[in-house]
């Protein structure tokens, strides 16, 4: 059965800090993934998403970008981060190519202060 | 504007009556329709879809309706069991879309004992 890992759970950052967010998927290959974020009182707003290695779209202009250097890896970044960044950032995966995101890691709570 | 809408922030029912969660769309060209289940500091699991060209869908308790003249579909939930409070996410996607998700704000829902 597929499974994702996201990490870390909450993370408390700064200001014009940078950020990493991983996520690893297990149990298929040649997914598609999503970034998805929940900011305060909205719903899931999907950022990217990636079809293969290498390969990614962008939903909506920001100051985040992603990357997806393995088949099962897809990681999403900033250099600079802003405080209106603030959400719950969730992963997701597509096993099989299915038109379903069945999947989601347990999510990320970023506040940055 | 948002094309996915659930206008009940939050709904509570009694053990072993019926839930019934809405939702609204705006977009004639979705044409699947998903409901996500989310507990707190966890990510969203897949629930129930339904394609465009049905207009009902169920899996055991659960029981999706799709209501494509009035755009709005819902999910009923009988008997409604504790276990079943958490937040509720409608979605939709349409052919082509990569299955990128467009998601309602969600519904808590809480079943008292």
């Known amino acids: 059965s597929q499974t994702i890992h996201q990490w870390p759970a909450t993370l408390v950052q700064p200001v014009g800090s940078p950020l990493s967010l991983e996520c690893t998927v297990e149990?298929?290959?040649?997914?598609?993934l999503y970034w998805y974020r929940q900011a305060a009182g909205r719903g899931l707003q999907l950022l990217f998403y990636?079809?293969?290695?290498?390969?990614i779209s962008s939903e909506v202009p920001q100051n985040l970008s992603a990357s997806r250097p393995q088949d099962r890896q897809f990681i999403l970044s900033s250099k600079k981060l802003l405080l209106s960044d603030s959400g719950f950032y969730l992963c997701?995966?597509?096993?099989?190519?299915?038109?379903?995101?069945?999947?989601f890691g347990q999510g990320t709570r970023l506040t940055v202060v | 504007d948002q094309q996915v809408k659930q206008n009940s922030p939050s709904l509570s029912v009694q053990e072993g009556r019926i839930s019934i969660l809405n939702c609204d769309y705006t977009?004639?060209?979705?044409?699947?329709f998903l409901w996500y289940k989310k507990y707190p500091a966890e990510g969203p699991t897949f629930l129930i879809s339904?394609?465009?060209?049905?207009d009902k869908n169920e899996d055991g308790r659960f029981t999706v309706f799709l209501n494509k003249s009035a755009k709005h579909l819902s999910l009923h939930i009988v008997p409604s069991q504790p276990g079943d409070s958490a937040v509720y996410f409608c979605?939709?996607?349409?052919?082509?879309?990569?299955?990128?998700?467009?998601f309602g704000k969600g519904t808590k829902l809480s079943v008292k004992p």
């Open positions: 979605a939709a996607c349409f052919r082509g879309s990569q299955g990128n998700l467009i």
């Open positions: 997701a995966c597509d096993p099989g190519g299915r038109r379903t995101v069945s999947f």
């Open positions: 149990g298929t290959s040649n997914p598609n």
């Open positions: 990636s079809v293969g290695i290498g390969q």
């Open positions: 977009n004639s060209m979705f044409d699947y």
């Open positions: 339904i394609s465009s060209i049905k």
